[in-house]
Nanobody, 122 residues
């Protein structure tokens, strides 16, 4: 089993920045990739970014490209999502996830955190 815990969410003005963290515990060494997803009220959970732990390859949603950066510290078993130039439409609960069962873009990962709220005011 793997446990994931997000932190770093909060309220920020448009144009501001936040850095989300995802701490993994348990059998985290067996994870091969990590993803960040978000879900706004009344909307489906959507892909934001993902990183492959072995190759370091990253993927981003079009909405995140150029503004968000995903990274990880394998030794410390922590993942990060640096979010810059935030917009009101970025407001959502952000979830980290580990070990995708299929595509990194689909919300079908084996393990999920509880989510952290990000609110961007205009």
């Amino acid at each position: 089993q793997v446990q994931l815990a997000e932190s770093g969410g909060g309220l920020v003005q448009a144009g501001g920045s936040l850095r989300l963290s995802c701490a993994a515990s348990g059998r985290a060494s067996s994870n091969n990739a990590m993803g960040w997803f978000r879900q706004a009220p009344g909307k489906e959970r959507e892909f934001v970014a993902a990183v492959d732990f072995n190759s370091g390859r990253t993927w981003y949603a079009d909405s995140a490209k150029g503004r968000f950066t995903i990274s990880r510290d394998n030794a410390k078993k922590v993942g990060f999502l640096q979010m810059n130039s935030l917009k009101p439409e970025d407001t959502a609960v952000y979830f980290c996830a580990a070990r995708p069962r299929e595509s990194v873009f689909r919300p079908n990962y084996a393990y999920w955190g509880q989510g952290t709220q990000v609110t961007v005011s205009s």
